[in-house]
């Protein structure tokens, strides 16, 4: 692109000087529409509201002039990029790569003796660390268990029962009570009568 610039830039500069505007602005704004990667429709319509700013009449010619001398001025290669072959370009990525390979270390007779001494040291520690842990096993089993939630359920379980019992007291209290209250009703009842009965005689 800095070629088509070289080429392209000075002539463009003198386009706009032509039609009497600010070349330093307006120039590297239509340089960076042109090479942008947008189709030759997108950049039509970009130059022509660029240059409606700039000119009133033939906004068209000055835009395909524009574009004709940006197409000659570009470098050929630009023009027609090579499609390149994916799984060629992949294949000599690979080959250029060199498979890691993992090498055995052999350790000198003195070196096995202090792996050796080492290995045996944590086996012994770990040993340790097991009859330590079966100790505090035992310990714990020896504590009292925690059964805070087996008692709040039990308590939980006693005050419904409770509150049952005693809606069961309640019941039989008020039916008690209407079975008073009744037998009352009826006595008033019957002693109303008696009294009529009387009264007429």
Not at 42 to 48: I, Q, R, Y
Not at 74 to 102: F, G, I, M
Not at 163 to 174: F, I, S, V, Y
Request: charged share 45%.
């Amino acid at each position: 692109m800095a070629t088509a610039v070289g080429e392209f830039g000075p002539w463009l500069i003198d386009k706009l000087k032509s039609l009497k505007t600010d070349e330093g602005v307006f120039g590297s704004y239509i340089s960076g529409i042109l090479e942008s990667e947008e189709t030759i429709d997108e950049k039509k319509d970009a130059l022509e509201g660029i240059l409606s700013e700039i000119v009133e009449r033939d906004i068209s010619d000055h835009v395909n002039e524009i574009l004709e001398k940006w197409e000659l001025c570009r470098p050929k290669e630009e023009n027609q990029k090579p499609a390149a072959d994916v799984d060629l370009q992949l294949a000599k990525l690979l080959e250029s790569q060199s498979l890691a390979t993992t090498t055995r270390r052999e350790y000198t007779d003195e070196e096995k003796k202090i792996r050796e001494a080492i290995l045996s040291q944590y086996s012994q520690l770990s040993d340790n660390e097991q009859d330590q842990e079966n100790e505090e096993e035992t310990d714990c089993q020896d504590l009292v268990r925690n059964t805070n939630a087996l008692d709040v359920a039990a308590a939980a379980r006693e005050r419904r029962e409770n509150a049952r019992l005693e809606a069961q007291r309640k019941k039989e209290k008020d039916k008690e009570d209407r079975e008073k209250q009744k037998a009352l009703k009826d006595e008033k009842k019957e002693k109303r009568k008696t009294q009529k009965v009387e009264r007429k005689r």
